[in-house]
């Protein structure tokens, strides 16, 4: 397949009736209710990428040998496509997403996507269900691309027969009142990522190990778990799938070095950027718990969220661990976490100028 190739575009016979995506647009949630279509792609070492095309949205027939069902051979994206006043529709660095996409592919020892597949079959599939992108207060089309071995064998080696999908969901407002703070438990058994390990890499084994201790932090009332590394249990990495950020009293803006066990985020990139433009100073390097502890209680931690595609930037009021509790704003987010979400939507819906070339036009 080459650069200047289209898919093949193959309309569905039973769309969702205009009244019906009407409503569902009402109030989508998140990853509920899914688009007309979907683009489904084969590669096989002979043939490489081949077969790329737009079809109705439905089930995938497995054989129960499909690799991927027994070694979490796959990976995965998320992105938005954001409806603008004007009626056009566009997407957010979609280029960073497939860059991480072959990065992701080259840790689980998949094929590799090309960065102009990846646009193509997103470009696609937005343009063909074009009428299922929500045009309301912070909705958006959501856009998963993902990518499995579907080999059809049980022996333990990278397989030869891989699949891409890429689905889309229309997604209302993470927050129905806006950002508010959350309490997060830190979890002190159970590790995210380790060195030479996949944190680096967007793959669902990272997601899944990260089920258990989110049950842990519902159990203990907070609504998100926070990891430290595998290796000291000392410094602070993640959460189950977002980026953190602290804001220091002096004005410096420090979040978690990325050393290979944090996901690279296309958001926690983008905060970093937007950063200067408050006159914040940037710091990446290693954070502890015992830091964030005592900044939050001495006020020299003034501000801490977590960032994200799906909720953008989400404020922290508490973190909570066994037998202890440290408590920072509670009843709104701070100033710099609403000037920055701001600014980023701002920029996504089209609000603003877009001076660093992020939004990419679909339609």
Same mark, same amino acid.
């Given at each position: 397949?080459?650069?200047?190739?289209?898919?093949?575009?193959?309309?569905?016979?039973?769309?969702? *009736?205009?009244?019906?995506?009407?409503?569902?647009?009402?109030?989508?949630?998140?990853?509920?209710?899914?688009?007309?279509? =979907?683009?489904? =792609?084969?590669?096989?070492?002979? #043939?490489?990428?081949?077969?790329?095309?737009?079809?109705?949205?439905?089930?995938?027939?497995?054989?129960?040998?499909?690799?991927?069902?027994?070694?979490?051979?796959?990976?995965?994206?998320?992105?938005?496509?954001?409806?603008?006043?004007?009626?056009?529709?566009?997407?957010?660095?979609?280029?960073?997403?497939?860059?991480?996409?072959?990065?992701?592919?080259?840790?689980?020892?998949?094929?590799?996507?090309?960065?102009?597949?990846?646009?193509?079959?997103?470009?696609?599939?937005?343009?063909?269900?074009?009428?299922?992108? $929500?045009?309301?207060?912070?909705?958006?089309?959501?856009?998963?691309?993902? =990518?499995?071995?579907?080999?059809?064998?049980?022996?333990?080696? $990278?397989?030869?027969?891989?699949?891409?999908?890429?689905?889309?969901?229309?997604?209302?407002?993470?927050?129905?009142?806006?950002?508010?703070?959350?309490?997060?438990?830190?979890?002190?058994?159970?590790?995210?990522?380790?060195?030479?390990?996949?944190?680096?890499?967007?793959?669902?084994?990272?997601?899944?190990?990260?089920?258990?201790?989110?049950?842990?932090?519902?159990?203990?009332?907070?609504?998100?778990?926070?990891?430290?590394?595998?290796?000291?249990?000392?410094?602070?990495?993640?959460?189950?799938?977002?980026?953190?950020?602290?804001?220091?009293?002096?004005?410096?803006?420090?979040?978690?070095?990325?050393?290979?066990?944090?996901?690279?985020?296309?958001?926690?990139?983008?905060?970093?950027?937007?950063?200067?433009?408050?006159?914040?100073?940037?710091?990446?390097?290693?954070?502890?718990?015992?830091?964030?502890?005592?900044?939050? #209680?001495?006020?020299?931690?003034?501000?801490?969220? *977590?960032?994200?595609?799906?909720?953008?930037?989400? $404020?922290?009021?508490?973190?909570?661990?066994?037998?202890?509790?440290?408590?920072?704003?509670?009843?709104?987010?701070?100033?710099?976490?609403? =000037?920055?979400?701001?600014?980023?939507?701002?920029?996504?819906?089209?609000?603003?100028?877009?001076?660093?070339?992020?939004?990419?036009?679909?339609?």
């Amino acid at each position: 397949m080459t650069s200047d190739s289209q898919l093949r575009v193959e309309p569905t016979s039973e769309p969702v *009736a205009p009244e019906q995506r009407a409503q569902i647009h009402v109030e989508p949630g998140f990853g509920r209710f899914f688009t007309d279509h =979907m683009v489904t =792609m084969k590669w096989t070492p002979q #043939a490489d990428w081949h077969d790329g095309r737009v079809h109705a949205y439905g089930p995938l027939l497995l054989d129960p040998a499909t690799a991927a069902l027994h070694y979490a051979q796959e990976v995965f994206e998320g992105l938005k496509a954001y409806g603008h006043d004007d009626g056009s529709v566009w997407t957010f660095r979609p280029e960073v997403n497939a860059r991480r996409f072959q990065r992701s592919a080259h840790r689980l020892a998949l094929p590799e996507l090309p960065e102009h597949l990846f646009l193509d079959a997103v470009d696609s599939l937005v343009r063909t269900d074009r009428e299922w992108v $929500p045009h309301g207060a912070e909705t958006s089309l959501y856009i998963r691309p993902f =990518m499995y071995a579907s080999e059809v064998f049980l022996g333990v080696r $990278p397989a030869q027969h891989v699949t891409l999908c890429v689905i889309a969901s229309p997604a209302g407002p993470y927050f129905s009142h806006g950002p508010e703070p959350v309490t997060i438990w830190l979890s002190t058994e159970y590790s995210r990522a380790g060195i030479g390990g996949t944190g680096a890499a967007k793959c669902g084994g990272n997601y899944a190990g990260s089920l258990l201790p989110q049950r842990q932090a519902a159990e203990n009332g907070c609504h998100q778990v926070v990891f430290v590394d595998s290796a000291e249990r000392t410094w602070v990495e993640e959460l189950g799938g977002m980026n953190l950020f602290f804001v220091h009293d002096d004005g410096t803006l420090v979040t978690p070095e990325l050393g290979g066990t944090i996901l690279e985020g296309v958001t926690r990139d983008s905060i970093l950027t937007l950063a200067a433009e408050f006159g914040l100073k940037v710091d990446e390097r290693r954070v502890s718990v015992e830091e964030w502890r005592d900044g939050v #209680a001495n006020g020299q931690i003034v501000e801490v969220f *977590a960032c994200g595609t799906a909720a953008v930037i989400t $404020p922290i009021g508490a973190l909570r661990w066994p037998g202890g509790e440290v408590v920072g704003a509670v009843d709104e987010a701070g100033e710099v976490a609403r =000037m920055l979400r701001r600014r980023l939507l701002d920029i996504q819906y089209g609000r603003a100028e877009d001076p660093y070339g992020w939004m990419h036009r679909v339609c």
